[in-house]
């Protein structure tokens, strides 16, 4: 089948990868004149919004899905008018406003921080009378990687983060309490099927993600199940979706979902039956869903800004690099790594992620003092 891609980055590029085993074609609408995926498929270097490049898209692909959520919306309207797109624009009207999203948890029952739409700074200061400090504003569209995002401390933060924010619509969320930071990936195919990977545990610096570890058998793994299920079928949702969450005491709560393949499952490739990337192709092209069976831990870490000496990545059992090919710069994801565990003891595994995030430039979280795979007996040996 003949896939068409909105976007060009290393999301696009795991997803050619994976449909290499399935047979499947890619072209990539980008307008970046290099970007990383394009060695994997046709590349159409064009805005995402240019008619005339989503019209070539269309007559070329049996189906399109996009990578990101900040792809306009009438673009896939025009696309859906053409050809298949997965999942639906219906879909990504929800998760692109942090404001709809919201409410949207919310007509089906499913807990979130406490929020309000903010217009103007008259809104802002009115609305964290009643959410409370210490609180979040954010924008409702254009937001990721802890962009488009302030954190409010005191009062005297609010004229600062209005002006730092462009004066746009916002939403202003109150900070929660948590746990923990977890997500859980799912997929769903065309006909309703659905298939859920363990949840994550996450760890962010500077709203980027810098780590994350599947967690086998976590006792809110059902609970993520039901929440993000009841999203899907709400939605009518085909393709992978991630959903994050906070965990407050026993309870989780909903920060916001992606209408895609996901950072926090990068793991998924090596430690996966079928990783996301694959069954994402599989539900928007038709196909069975592919077989989880994730029985071993795994991590994966983030490589921001510069990429590592791959010898000494590959120096570590069960350690494997993923380079995407693109240009270093502070900020800026340019590779992940992930870590295996399979017949070594937690002991072995805390060690060689450890070593792992020392080679990232990730020296407080290698450093923490708790271990970083838990519930775990010393001396056990994972499988």
């Given at each position: 089948m003949n896939i068409g891609i909105l976007g060009g980055g290393q999301l696009a590029l795991m997803m050619a990868q994976a449909g290499r085993s399935l047979g499947q074609s890619f072209m990539f609408l980008c307008p970046n004149s290099n970007p990383c995926a394009a060695a994997f498929g046709e590349h159409l270097c064009a805005p995402y919004d240019d008619e005339s490049a989503l019209?070539?898209?269309?007559?070329w692909a049996d189906v399109v899905t996009y990578e990101f959520?900040?792809?306009s919306l009438s673009a896939l309207e025009l696309l859906q008018e053409q050809v298949p797109v997965y999942p639906s624009a219906s879909v990504l009207a929800v998760a692109r406003d942090r404001l709809v999203e919201k409410q949207h948890f919310g007509t089906l029952g499913i807990p979130t921080a406490r929020f309000a739409p903010v217009e103007t700074l008259a809104d802002l200061t009115s609305a964290v009378q009643e959410i409370r400090l210490p609180a979040f504003l954010k924008t409702r569209t254009q937001g990721y990687d802890g962009k488009g995002q302030a954190l409010l401390r005191g009062e005297n933060d609010l004229g600062g983060a209005w002006e730092q924010l462009g004066k746009s619509p916002c939403i202003v969320e109150s900070k929660v309490a948590f746990k923990r930071e977890l997500s859980v990936i799912a997929a769903r195919g065309q006909k309703g099927e659905m298939v859920f990977y363990p949840i994550s545990e996450n760890r962010h610096r500077?709203?980027?993600l810098r780590l994350s570890i599947n967690r086998l058998g976590d006792p809110l793994q059902i609970q993520a199940n039901s929440i993000i299920k009841s999203l899907m079928e709400n939605l009518k949702h085909v393709g992978?979706?991630?959903?994050?969450?906070?965990q407050v005491n026993d309870q989780l709560f909903a920060n916001e979902f992606a209408p895609r393949v996901h950072n926090s499952g990068h793991w998924t490739i090596e430690a996966a039956q079928t990783s996301q990337f694959e069954n994402h192709l599989r539900a928007i092209c038709g196909l069975p869903l592919g077989e989880i069976n994730s029985p071993e831990p795994a991590a994966m870490v983030n490589l921001i800004g510069r990429l590592p000496e791959e010898g000494k990545i590959r120096d570590i059992p069960g350690a494997t690099p993923h380079f995407y090919g693109k240009e270093e710069r502070p900020n800026r994801k340019v590779g992940h790594i992930t870590l295996?565990?399979?017949n070594c003891t937690v002991e072995e595994f805390d060690q060689r992620l450890r070593a792992i995030l020392r080679i990232a430039g990730e020296t407080e979280l290698a450093g923490c003092s708790a271990p970083l795979v838990f519930d775990n007996k010393p001396g056990q040996v994972l499988s």
């Open positions: 019209k070539q898209l269309a007559a959520e900040n792809v500077e709203g980027i992978v979706m991630a959903l994050e969450l906070f295996t565990g399979k």
